[in-house]
């Protein structure tokens, strides 16, 4: 008796372990990606960039979380690139504030073209060195109902201060530095690493 109740609690441990498997695997992996990318065209070092990227195809979203980088590059931040809306949203870890804008296809690739470029690099067959691009958004207005902005932004979002950003456009490619006050963040969603940075106007 001792025996068959011992055999029936394993049963119920190990399919309790294989359903929270199931669970937790069922919509996406988690890929933990580095990528080494030049921070600037004249300086022949590279950096490394860590994110933990989770690609949901069937709903068409991006789940990225950027850790606190090694060189102070920029703030952690969680990220959600909602392909079925057409948003991207930025959670700055450090301001705890949230920050949505029109997703910008050219940047970011689609769910399934990102996760095949991953698998390729985890396997081997795409070793990419990549090259840092920027990009400067200013705070516009605030947003005052989150719900609006589908399930996952909303969920990232809930809680914390959101505003809408802009994409701020320079003649020429030219960049005027101004003393506003900007956070960046680096991550990356395609074949190179893209710098954030988001300023107050």
Do not use: W
Not at 2 to 14: F, H
Not at 180 to 197: D, L, P, S, Y
């Amino acid at each position: 008796m001792c025996l068959g109740l011992g055999l029936m609690l394993a049963g119920i441990v190990v399919g309790g372990a294989y359903l929270y498997r199931y669970f937790v695997f069922q919509e996406g992996e988690v890929f933990f990606c580095g990528v080494d990318y030049r921070e600037e065209d004249y300086m022949p070092r590279y950096r490394t960039l860590k994110e933990n990227i989770r690609i949901l195809p069937d709903s068409d979203v991006e789940l990225i979380n950027v850790p606190v980088p090694e060189f102070a590059d920029g703030d952690p931040a969680d990220i959600v690139h909602d392909f079925h809306i057409r948003l991207t949203a930025y959670l700055d870890l450090v301001l705890n504030k949230c920050y949505v804008i029109p997703l910008n296809t050219s940047v970011v690739m689609p769910p399934r073209n990102f996760l095949e470029l991953i698998i390729n690099i985890k396997a081997g067959t795409y070793l990419p060195q990549s090259y840092l691009i920027h990009e400067q958004m200013i705070v516009t207005d605030r947003i005052e109902n989150v719900d609006q902005l589908g399930f996952f932004i909303s969920r990232l979002c809930r809680g914390k201060d959101t505003f809408k950003l802009q994409r701020r456009e320079f003649p020429d490619g030219i960049q005027k530095r101004e003393a506003a006050e900007c956070h960046k963040i680096r991550h990356f969603e395609n074949n190179f690493v893209v710098e954030t940075t988001i300023c107050e106007q």
